[in-house]
C-alpha cells in the first residue's frame, strides 16, 4: 500500500505527540520538509501524492530521534539567531531567542562609540551573539570566550561561514582575555542544580551540562564574572556596558550582585517579551 504525504503526516504527528514531543505538528511538517526537500506550503498541496520510499525511510530516521527527545535543532544541525542561520551540534547549548535582547543591546552601544571599540561575548557557545553582534556592527572588535574547547571550535566554524570577524579565546570566563572592552555580554550556565534535575529530556540529557549548570542559585557565574570585572582596575575602566542575561527568577539576586559590585553604576533589570525579568 502506497503511503501518500497525507497519510505519513498524520502518522508523524500522532507518533510525536505520543513521545511527548512538544508542537507535534509544527515539528512533524518540518521533519517531513527537510525529508523531501520540500516547502511546507507545496507539502500542504500535494498531500494526495505519494511518498517516495526514500523519503519515507529519510523521514523515519528523523521521527526517531526526535521522538527519542533529542532536541530538534540537533536532529536538523541548524537554529535560527537573530535573522542569522547557525549551524548547531550537541558541542553548544542550542541559542534561544531571549539572548537575542544582548545582542540589540550590544549594537545600539557599540554605534554609538568610535570605530574600534571591544565587545567581549563572555560564554559564547556557539557564536551567536558575537557572530551577529560583528555582522550587525563591521567595524566593532568582537571578542568571544568560553571555558568549551568544543563551543568554540563550532562558534569558529559559525564565524567562518557566515563571514564574521570574531577573535576567539579559551578562557574560564575572563582570566585567558587580555582585551579591555567598553562593552562585555555574557549568557552564562544560570539553571540551578536542583532545576537542571527537572528539565525535560530533550535539555537534560542532551546538550552541555557545563552550559546549564549555574551552581546552587543559578548565578556561580554571573557573581564570578562580576567580582572579574570589578576587581581589575584597567577593566573596571574601561567598561561602559554591561549585560548578562538571567533567569526569569533571578532578577532580584543578579540585581543585587551587580549594585554590590558597581555601587557607583546605573543598574537596572530588563525584561524579554514575555515580560519576565531577563537581562
Not at 571599540?117 to 560583528?134: L, R
Not at 577573535?167 to 575572563?174: G, K
Not at 540585581?255 to 530588563?270: G, Q, S, V
Amino acid at each position: 500500500m502506497s503511503l501518500t504525504i497525507r497519510i505519513a503526516l498524520r502518522a508523524a504527528i500522532a507518533r510525536l505527540d505520543a513521545a511527548g514531543v512538544d508542537a507535534p505538528a509544527s515539528t512533524a511538517r518540518q521533519l517531513l520538509s527537510v525529508a523531501t526537500s520540500r516547502p511546507r506550503e507545496w507539502l500542504l498541496a500535494h498531500d494526495d501524492e505519494t511518498l517516495p520510499e526514500a523519503q519515507a525511510r529519510a523521514l523515519e530516521t528523523l521521527l526517531a530521534r526526535v521522538a527519542a527527545r533529542e532536541p530538534l535543532a540537533y536532529v536538523l544541525g541548524e537554529r535560527g539567531f537573530h535573522g542569522l542561520t547557525l549551524k548547531i551540534d550537541p558541542r553548544a547549548l542550542i541559542p534561544r531567542p531571549e539572548t537575542e535582547m544582548l545582542v540589540d543591546l550590544a549594537l545600539a552601544a557599540v554605534r554609538a562609540l568610535p570605530a574600534g571599540a571591544a565587545v567581549i561575548d563572555v560564554g559564547t557557545g556557539s557564536g551567536a551573539a558575537a557572530i551577529a553582534i560583528a555582522l550587525g556592527a563591521p567595524t566593532a572588535r568582537v571578542i568571544a570566550c568560553d571555558v568549551s574547547a568544543d563551543a568554540l571550535s563550532l562558534a569558529r566554524e559559525n564565524a567562518e561561514r557566515l563571514g564574521a570577524r570574531v577573535s576567539f579565546v579559551e578562557s574560564d570566563l575572563l582570566s585567558n582575555v587580555p582585551d579591555l572592552a567598553p562593552i562585555v555580554v555574557a549568557n552564562l550556565p544560570y539553571v540551578t542544580r536542583e532545576e537542571i534535575d527537572m528539565l525535560p529530556p530533550e535539555i537534560q540529557a542532551h546538550e552541555p551540562r557545563v552550559a546549564l549548570d549555574g551552581g546552587t542559585d543559578g548565578l556561580d557565574l554571573v557573581r564570578r564574572l562580576l567580582a572579574q570585572l570589578s576587581a581589575e582596575p584597567a577593566r573596571r575602566a574601561a567598561l561602559r556596558h554591561v549585560w548578562l542575561e538571567v533567569g526569569a527568577s533571578q532578577g532580584p539576586a543578579a540585581l543585587a550582585l551587580a549594585r554590590a559590585a558597581f555601587p557607583d553604576a546605573r543598574t537596572r533589570i530588563l525584561q524579554d517579551l514575555a515580560r519576565l525579568d531577563r537581562v
